[in-house]
């Protein structure tokens, strides 16, 4: 009979298969990416594998749940050691541009714009796309609403509108980046001017 294995350990096995996926996913990409690359770069057998996950898709949905919560305990820490929420927005910020300016090697962006545009047609991936833009939308807008709350912002628009104004600059700056390159998108300056905008749209008192 095979020894049992604690909660901590099937949860430590489960993060090791997730972290092996996001460098093939960050190394390959999507498509080209096979769960055999994953099984290898565990270094676990695909026995191991199957009892958590039993597609590349299903890994790869599961690798963007981890990073969604990580991201929103990243959110809390700023609120929690900044006192005013423009600091927390531009913070974010700068840690979107380190991520951008860094090469394709290092993200997992790219992989996951790949996943969802040619996948778009496919009614669970559409759904889950659509999911996930609102809870980034709902998101950013709660972090909007704070600074409203605390006489921090006076929007000019409803701070709804403005979460999904800058969310399109971002994807736009994000995806012309992963295209052409930051140098050819003159990246940095966009997303200069992206802050700057956002700043005016808020219209700090």
């Known amino acids: 009979m095979s020894p049992k294995i604690s909660d901590d350990q099937k949860e430590q096995r489960r993060r090791k298969i997730l972290e092996a996926a996001k460098q093939v996913f960050i190394d390959k990409g999507y498509e080209p990416a096979t769960l055999k690359d994953i099984v290898e770069e565990a270094g676990m057998s695909r026995g191991w594998i199957y009892l958590y996950f039993q597609t590349k898709e ?10 969604d919560s990580e991201y929103e305990r990243y959110i809390e820490s700023l609120l ?10 531009q913070t974010t910020f700068t840690q979107q ?26 009614e669970q991936r559409r759904s889950l796309l659509l999911k996930r833009y ?19 912002f006076a929007p000019i ?48 008192m």
């Open 58 to 67: 299903e890994i790869f949905e599961a690798l963007l749940d981890l990073q």
């Open 157 to 204: 628009m409803p701070i709804g509108d403005i979460a999904r104004i800058i969310a399109s600059f971002q994807e736009g700056i994000m995806t012309h980046t992963f295209a052409v390159g930051s140098e050819q998108a003159h990246t940095e300056n966009q997303l200069a001017a992206m802050t700057n905008y956002l700043n005016q749209l808020l219209s700090p």
């Open 80 to 89: 929690a050691e900044k006192p005013l929420i423009w600091e927390v927005i």
């Open 134 to 152: 609102e809870n980034g939308i709902t998101l950013f807008e709660k972090l909007l609403q704070l600074g409203v709350d605390q006489q921090e």
């Open 97 to 122: 541009k380190k991520e951008l300016l860094l090469p394709e090697r290092g993200s997992l962006m790219p992989a996951f714009y790949e996943y969802f545009l040619t996948g778009w047609r496919k």
